[in-house]
């Protein structure tokens, strides 16, 4: 029996708990909502476009050469977002086409997925592929592979679609986006590694990068830095400090190190009952956030899903778990409740900040994460 009580009172939040309690709200939503909105980081546009440069030249010249390029990255990251800006950014080799995915949310009838993958790309595994194909100069994107799978018993067409036409269509070259857990699934079902030969994954940023793109926040949200007084050295030296503690906490991640670097900011005493505009701030200790102590192993099952596609309607995560929409709806409002997911809209995600130690716990409890 649902235990409603202890939804609405003895569910302790983890935001409210927090350090981003000393921050006013309004200053919170102006900070996230920025960092949501930033461009994708430097070094992943260079990493990314300078990989696929070098697999679309050695698959021309080489005969032999596999026709695809894989990029992983952890589940939090957004990979669809790095991979779509990067592509549309990028200035390719003369007469190079490219078909983008169009769908950029997982199809609401995902019981067609294989037809509407056939369509959106209008290519056919029933064509007469043949090793005489000539390669043309098409590449083929599919920024989020996670949109083109479910983990369930019918969920996997769109995966099966996709390895037979790359495997017989070596004419195209394709360009996939996946999270490391969602690929280490597929491998266990699929063996997808036997496929699909390429893949890199998105390298992780330094804290002087993580400065580079995380600074200019504070600027773009008026909010100002307590410097107390100190020289252009001794500032240099805090900055670097703070974040290289920054980037080792979040293991390289962006998406996570944005989460706990607005957590670590906290207002003067005398700043609290002043204006937001131009507040001025302090760095305080960076620390990852404890797990709710009270997950069950149906919660477990839950996040391990939402990890493993990333954004999920309700719908969606029903035919994953295979249980009662009002039941995961119950565990939904449970879970917001602890900060552990967010939603946006009608899609659910992990995060960021709760990844580290999720993905420690639910390796210790026989689930894959990917690592």
Request: one cysteine or more; charged letters at 25%.
């Amino acid at each position: 029996m649902f235990d409603l009580k202890n939804i609405f009172t003895n569910v302790t939040s983890q935001e409210e708990n927090k350090e981003n309690s000393e921050l006013p709200p309004e200053i919170v939503s102006r900070l996230t909502r920025t960092i949501q909105n930033l461009p994708v980081a430097s070094e992943h546009t260079k990493a990314l476009q300078s990989s696929l440069e070098e697999a679309l030249t050695k698959w021309q010249q080489e005969e032999d050469s596999s026709n695809e390029l894989v990029i992983l990255s952890s589940p939090v990251e957004p990979l669809f977002k790095i991979i779509r800006e990067t592509v549309n950014n990028w200035q390719p080799p003369d007469e190079w086409q490219i078909k983008m995915l169009s769908f950029t949310t997982r199809p609401q009838k995902f019981f067609n997925i294989s037809q509407i993958l056939k369509s959106d790309l209008g290519l056919d595994v029933e064509a007469n592929y043949n090793e005489n194909s000539p390669k043309l100069k098409q590449l083929i994107v599919i920024p989020s592979l996670e949109l083109c799978f479910l983990r369930q018993i019918y969920g996997l067409d769109g995966i099966e679609y996709l390895r037979e036409l790359i495997f017989k269509d070596t004419s195209h070259f394709w360009l996939i986006g996946c999270n490391n857990l969602a690929w280490e699934y597929l491998d266990w079902v699929y063996k997808v590694t036997a496929y699909f030969e390429k893949s890199i994954t998105l390298p992780p940023l330094e804290g002087s990068q993580m400065q580079q793109e995380l600074m200019p926040v504070l600027a773009n949200t008026k909010i100002k830095l307590n410097w107390n007084g100190e020289s252009s050295e001794e500032r240099e030296k805090r900055l670097k400090n703070h974040f290289d503690r920054l980037a080792k906490t979040a293991d390289g991640s962006l998406a996570i190190a944005a989460e706990l670097w607005w957590r670590s900011l906290s207002p003067l005493p005398e700043e609290k009952n002043n204006s937001v505009e131009n507040t001025v701030v302090k760095f305080d200790k960076i620390k990852l956030p404890e797990l709710p102590s009270n997950l069950t192993t149906e919660d477990r099952y839950l996040l391990f899903s939402l990890l493993l596609h990333q954004d999920m309607t309700l719908e969606h995560l029903t035919l994953s778990l295979g249980d009662l929409e009002s039941t995961i709806q119950f565990q939904l409002q449970k879970l917001l409740q602890t900060g552990i997911i967010k939603r946006e809209g009608w899609f659910f995600s992990i995060n960021p900040v709760h990844f580290p130690r999720l993905k420690s716990y639910l390796k210790h409890n026989n689930f894959i994460t990917g690592v």
